[in-house]
């Protein structure tokens, strides 16, 4: 009886491993290629540029990852998918942001057929893993052109050692966050100059709106009314843009209209500033001694109350596409694959990356070693109530964000009438939606 059972256990096994060798592809199938990959200086590129010697290994590819400052990178991308002769195979892109765009100038390579091809996507991968609504920002016209590679919202994060020691509670409507940043706008060595700031904020043109979107919507306003035109002079909306310049003004660090996210968070790394309210993945640098003063000493929250009595933070994610004009788009496929995994994105929300993937956040690893609850409790709740129109509901999202940026945000910081602002940009804006109707 013992032999004949250790020979159906001997049949078993190599059962199994046929049927795992059966779904398993050959990551080896596109060795000797080269991947060149653009990318935005982020969090994210951190965690993958560590990594890609072992996707190097496990493919036998070459990859070539060039990664640029925001600004720098988006303009770059452009450039290079519009020229149609360099030789970029993947890209970092904001569905949210660039997405329709640059599917209707044809530079997104559906990946459909890929992720239904047995041999070029393994199993495991698990398409169905990610959140739909996550999915939906890269998806036009029913085909999927993006894969996510984190999902993003915006937090409050804020100095628990100093609310603490003066007393300041933490805020959940705008009333205490203004009079939080107020407090917390202090004068150390008594030289007549803030030392530390109240509150650090984005207000560099158009870096700014995607921000502002949040206190715009949780204030009552919008971008567009449900005619299609724009709502900027909407009583809300107003109200917002003062709100927000007010805050930057008059309790932020000097030379707020210069403020990227790299400046904003640096202040707040550097203990120069008691709040910060920007993207929820920069947990992962707040909380890096090596980077950070502050690690250790950060709370988080979601944004306050509006007036009426809701928050309406926007939800956006980050995500790799394959370039159309890729002479590797199946090797390229492979990359997107193997850096969307759940193992690698598990990794990335362990970093502070927040995943689009489901069985990352479910994972018992992660909720054993989760050392900012409150930061995934804030997520979670800000996922929930998520505003998915995050940028104006235009196709060319860039030109409206400059507009609106440059035209209303800054003068509004600068201490200009924000309603005369908005009544001097109006008609530049009616002007982009004329020229896409005509366009497409």
């Not at 990859?63 to 970029?88: A, C, H, N, W």
């Not at 109240?198 to 715009?216: E, W």
């Not at 929820?280 to 690690?295: G, R, T």
């Not at 690893?365 to 998915?388: H, I, L, Q, R």
């Amino acid at each position: 009886m013992g032999g004949v059972s250790m020979k159906k256990l001997a049949v078993v096994v190599v059962a199994l491993l046929l049927v795992s060798l059966a779904f398993s592809i050959n990551w080896k199938q596109f060795e000797g290629t080269t991947l060149r990959i653009l990318a935005n200086r982020h969090p994210w590129t951190n965690l993958i540029q560590e990594k890609i010697t072992e996707f190097e290994s496990l493919t036998g590819m070459r990859v070539i990852m060039e990664i640029f400052p925001e600004d720098q990178f988006r303009t770059k991308r452009t450039v290079e998918l519009s020229s149609g002769v360099g030789d970029v195979d993947l890209f970092m892109i904001m569905p949210g942001q660039s997405g329709k765009q640059y599917y209707l100038e044809g530079w997104l390579y559906p990946v459909d057929d890929f992720i239904n091809d047995p041999t070029l996507t393994d199993p495991s991968w698990d398409y169905n893993d990610f959140f739909a609504g996550v999915l939906s920002g890269g998806n036009f016209e029913g085909k999927q052109y993006c894969i996510p590679i984190q999902s993003e919202t915006s937090l409050l994060a804020y100095r628990k050692d100093l609310f603490e020691k003066y007393g300041v509670k933490v805020p959940t409507t705008m009333e205490e966050l203004e009079e939080a940043a107020k407090k917390l706008t202090i004068d150390e060595d008594g030289d007549g100059k803030a030392d530390i700031y109240g509150i650090t904020l984005r207000g560099k043109g158009a870096a700014a709106t995607s921000q502002f979107v949040d206190f715009l919507y949780t204030f009552g306003g919008r971008w567009m009314n449900e005619m299609g035109e724009w709502a900027l002079d909407e009583p809300a909306a107003i109200q917002a843009f003062e709100f927000y310049a007010k805050l930057l003004r008059e309790y932020g660090p000097p030379g707020g209209t210069n403020i990227h996210w790299y400046e904003s968070t640096s202040y707040f790394m550097q203990g120069k500033a008691a709040m910060i309210y920007d993207a929820n993945v920069f947990k992962s640098l707040y909380e890096d001694p090596s980077k950070s003063k502050v690690a250790g000493k950060v709370g988080y929250a979601t944004i306050p109350k509006g007036p009426g009595g809701y928050i309406k933070p926007h939800v956006s994610q980050w995500a790799l596409a394959i370039y159309s004009g890729s002479k590797h788009p199946k090797a390229a496929w492979l990359f997107v694959q193997w850096a969307t995994s759940k193992e690698m994105v598990l990794e990335g929300l362990m970093r502070g990356i927040p995943a689009p993937r489901r069985s990352a956040w479910e994972s018992e690893k992660y909720k054993a070693t989760d050392k900012n609850p409150d930061w995934t409790k804030a997520t979670m709740e800000s996922y929930a109530v998520g505003n998915p129109i995050w940028n104006p509901p235009v196709i060319n999202v860039p030109e409206a964000r400059d507009l609106i940026g440059n035209g209303i945000i800054v003068p509004a910081i600068l201490g200009q009438d924000v309603k005369k602002a908005v009544e001097s940009t109006l008609p530049q804006l009616n002007a982009l939606l004329e020229r896409e109707r005509l366009m497409y």
